[in-house]
């Protein structure tokens, strides 16, 4: 099981340019981003530090798109990566969850999340060794990539329900059940905690990417260049007539500082 002070990368499958999900019963990548969106909540209500490698950009070709995936959680070096995926064949009898891997590791979270996923009534298809995967070849730590469910399964597709899918993947990572806290002491605790990085790269005038992470912010008519890691985390540089010539870090945790 996964010690608390995990860091986990969700990888919600599919969903930019040449990288696109099945259609079948259900849809694919729109099952992924409901049950994936449980997962990661979950996951966070429970302590655990989460970390979404889903690409943010939405024209990538089907490599660039792996690779993102993988780089990230890469950089962020996490204890776990987890594809998030949902299953089709042409075959319409074909139904049940598998888990994919090709690591010791990843074997033993791929048996208990089958094990959780198949107490929801989804036939144990089991954990699957593929080592023909970029996910799970490329990551530098264990990985799996979860099918819960053929989409084109009827049977499948209409025992779909995004919570309960998520709740049984979470404890099938950790143990754990997650979602058992009333939303009123989840509230009282977020007042707390710091904002969840977000490598979003803002869609606005004067944004210029830096390959995969970062980005540098141009703001012209404030005579000011912020350079971002990510959202939170950056360095703002000034030299304005009203606002002044300075120099501040901003960091996801620690806030602002102002140091010339
Ligand atoms: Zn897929």
Redesign the pocket.
């Given at each position: 099981m996964l010690p608390l002070n995990s860091k986990i990368a969700i990888d919600l499958?599919?969903g930019t340019g040449g990288d696109r999900?099945?259609n079948g019963f259900l849809n694919?990548e729109k099952i992924?981003r409901e049950y994936g969106k449980f997962v990661i909540d979950g996951l966070r209500e429970l302590g655990y530090t989460v970390y979404d490698v889903t690409p943010t950009k939405n024209n990538l070709t089907l490599s660039q798109s792996l690779t993102y995936r993988v780089n990230m959680a890469n950089y962020y070096k996490v204890d776990l990566f987890v594809s998030l995926?949902?299953?089709?064949f042409e075959k319409e009898s074909a139904n049940g969850c598998e888990v994919l891997y090709m690591s010791t590791k990843g074997k033993e979270y791929s048996d208990r999340i089958c094990k959780e996923i198949s107490s929801l009534g989804y036939f144990n298809r089991g954990a699957r060794f593929r080592n023909d995967l970029y996910v799970l070849k490329h990551t530098s730590m264990p990985a799996v990539l979860i099918?819960p469910l053929f989409i084109s399964n009827k049977a499948d597709s209409n025992r779909y329900n995004a919570k309960d899918i998520a709740k049984t993947i979470i404890k099938g990572i950790t143990g754990k059940e997650a979602f058992q806290k009333k939303s009123e002491e989840v509230k009282t605790e977020n007042k707390e905690s710091y904002p969840s990085i977000d490598h979003t790269i803002p869609n606005f005038e004067g944004i210029v990417p830096f390959g995969d992470i970062g980005y540098v912010q141009i703001i012209p008519n404030r005579g000011r260049i912020d350079l971002h890691l990510d959202k939170y985390n950056y360095i703002s540089i000034q030299d304005d007539e009203k606002e002044g010539n300075k120099v501040w870090i901003t960091t996801r945790t620690k806030g602002t500082k102002q140091i010339i």
């Open positions: 499958g599919h999900g099945a694919e992924i995926h949902g299953n089709c099918e």
